[in-house]
């Protein structure tokens, strides 16, 4: 890339030193791949990013346009899209018999960190239409797989997920978009849904949205949702249009190039839609492609932590601002202490982030392939996934604001990229459901689900992975397991407390709770990257200086970012819960 906005060198240590993902070749469905041919998808992305990197603030200036009802992106999305497709990326996770090349999905993610590094906001329009195809093959029937994977995967058609309505935003279970029963086995859709993304643009001949709506008749709540595969254009004539309507654009903050919409279905009574999986069972359904897209949107925070980490870091490397103590000449930036925990504290969370999503990926794929393990790998990925998706979005925030502020006035102008970036990474904590929300599935659903057992799985599995940890790093291994302890005392407390005070009391602060876990998994994660750091330097061969970072990196995290959990725990013990509606109400003045 013309300007470095990742380290392919931090990348490979993650995925091949940490994590050890080439072991996933010993599964019969990865076995063609090896670390070398891996690698080569991994160049294949750089070079794909190198191309899409100068469209990143032209196709911000220009946002997506809507003449006649048919929306028109910026040429850079067309660039992007053809380059993945034709090289093969689009289908590459996929089985050879949907002309995939089984290609892992933590890999993939790489490849998805390397293009998204280069511009965040194209690689949606891929992800989801990699999202539709999934759950088309999971919930499917075989002609559905047939009619609509093939055009997905060769890009051909775009895909959606329409979930939210005006009334319908946190709470699906609002959703009233209609499925009327049809006697060819078909329905009829009519409803809106409100930020659709990618919900219409000139890139593919057609659109595979897929619509949550209820059937006439169905519970109430979300019992009562069912799932259904809604294409822009009838099925046997492309020209014909299906009924489904923008009714506007928004003009939203950030993430310009990927058109968000108000669509209306069936304004003429005419939008066939089909029903994907089992009635009723589609929200339980949509789970698995909105799951996949949350570890995406955690990923998309550590793309733009990456990429304002390293354009931060070139600015403070030519900038010549101030006098160090006894030198007369004004220094570079880089060389003030406060400058330099910027920087090192966007390079802590840029790599401890993407060391827990890939972690997160790699559990995707064994749940996969590990048969004997699968409810193993399915049950820490339900735990990790908000805090993988909440650690990505809220640190990726921190991230870019750093990184913005080290360029001091420069960083608040359009003339460099960091407030772009920092108006694209806002939305992490937004969309696939905010931060609030992935809080209470945290301590709600999966804490409170399994009456904290689920964190003995996690704890074992955190051990096994820290098991043989040298002398060096013994100080903050005790550190963590100390915060480890509390953290597992505060779990009982809690659910204990949520007995006798109720749900509200328990979930109201959900959200400390979540930052609390995911200061935790960042800790594990970078004792995981010290201990290959430290065991490499004992061999004479490593490269000294990448190791010697990375040390250096898991002290400052440890110094600067790990107390806060001190924080968290002691507003947590607290029982003064000053922030549920009490009878007289506190926010007036
Ligand atoms: C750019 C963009 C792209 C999007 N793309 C898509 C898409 O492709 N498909 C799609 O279906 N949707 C999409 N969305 C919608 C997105 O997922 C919703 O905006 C999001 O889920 C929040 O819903 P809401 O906006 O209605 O906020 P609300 O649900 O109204 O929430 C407002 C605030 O209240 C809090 N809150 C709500 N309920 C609770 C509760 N029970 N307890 C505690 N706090 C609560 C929330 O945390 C939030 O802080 C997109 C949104 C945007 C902005």
Not at 26 to 31: I, L, V
Not at 73 to 91: M, P, Q, R, T, Y
Request: proline residues 4%; charged residues 20%; hydrophobic residues 40%.
């Amino acid at each position: 890339m013309k300007q470095a906005l990742f380290s392919r060198r931090n990348l490979n240590f993650t995925l091949w030193e940490v994590h050890q993902v080439q072991q996933l070749s010993a599964y019969p469905f990865f076995e063609v791949h090896d670390q070398t041919t891996l690698e080569m998808v991994l160049d294949m992305a750089t070079s794909i990013a190198e191309q899409i990197q100068p469209f990143y603030q032209p196709a911000d200036k220009q946002e997506p346009t809507c003449i006649d009802q048919q929306v028109t992106v910026h040429e850079g999305v067309h660039v992007f899209f053809k380059a993945v497709v034709e090289s093969g990326l689009l289908a590459a996770p996929f089985a050879f018999e949907w002309e995939g090349q089984q290609l892992p999905k933590s890999v993939f993610a790489a490849v998805d960190f390397i293009l998204g590094c280069a511009n965040n906001t194209f690689v949606m329009f891929s992800d989801l239409i990699q999202g539709c195809a999934n759950l088309i093959l999971t919930f499917g029937t075989d002609t559905q797989k047939q009619i609509f994977v093939p055009p997905l995967l060769a890009g051909k058609w775009a895909g959606t997920m329409c979930l939210t309505e005006p009334q319908a935003g946190s709470s699906l279970a609002e959703i009233t978009t209609t499925a009327f029963p049809q006697p060819d086995g078909t329905y009829r859709i009519k409803g809106q849904k409100i930020f659709i993304s990618a919900g219409d643009h000139d890139l593919t001949e057609n659109i595979v949205h897929l619509v949550l709506a209820r059937i006439t008749d169905a519970p109430q709540g979300v019992k009562g949702i069912s799932l259904f595969i809604v294409p822009k254009n009838q099925l046997d004539n492309p020209t014909l249009a299906n009924d489904v309507k923008t009714i506007g654009l928004y003009h939203k903050m950030g993430q310009k190039a990927t058109p968000a919409l108000h669509l209306a279905f069936g304004e003429e009574d005419t939008c066939t839609g089909f029903l994907l999986g089992k009635p009723n069972e589609g929200l339980m359904q949509m789970f698995q492609m909105m799951n996949k897209a949350r570890l995406g949107v955690g990923l998309g925070g550590t793309q733009l932590a990456s990429a304002a980490y390293y354009t931060s870091l070139q600015y403070a490397q030519e900038r010549r601002q101030g006098r160090r103590p006894n030198e007369h000449l004004p220094t570079l930036i880089i060389n003030h202490p406060d400058v330099r925990r910027m920087l090192l504290e966007q390079k802590v969370i840029a790599e401890g982030t993407l060391a827990l999503m890939l972690q997160c990926y790699l559990y995707l794929d064994l749940a996969e392939v590990s048969l004997e393990k699968q409810a193993h790998y399915e049950a820490l990925l339900h735990l990790l996934t908000p805090v993988a998706k909440t650690l990505g979005a809220e640190l990726g925030n921190t991230a870019v604001h750093q990184g913005l502020q080290v360029l001091g006035g420069y960083g608040y102008t359009s003339d460099f990229p960091l407030e772009q970036m920092a108006r694209d990474v806002r939305i992490m904590s937004i969309y696939e459901g905010t931060t609030g929300i992935q809080a209470q599935t945290l301590l709600g659903r999966q804490i409170g689900g399994s009456q904290g057992k689920i964190l003995t799985l996690w704890e074992k599995e955190v051990q096994q992975t820290l098991a043989n940890a040298p002398q060096e790093l013994l100080i903050f291994l005790e550190k963590f397991k100390q915060e480890c302890a509390e953290f597992k005392l505060l779990t009982a407390n809690l659910l204990k407390r949520s007995s006798s005070q109720g749900t509200e009391a328990l979930l109201s602060d959900a959200t400390l709770y979540l930052h609390y876990f995911g200061l935790l998994n960042m800790a594990w994660q970078w004792l995981k990257m010290g201990l290959v750091a430290y065991q490499a330097l004992e061999s004479t061969t490593a490269e000294d200086a990448f190791y010697r970072t990375k040390i250096h990196s898991l002290k400052f995290f440890f110094k600067y970012l790990f107390p806060q959990g001190r924080t968290w725990l002691a507003i947590l013990q607290n029982e003064e819960h000053l922030t549920c509606k009490q009878t007289e109400e506190q926010l007036v003045w």
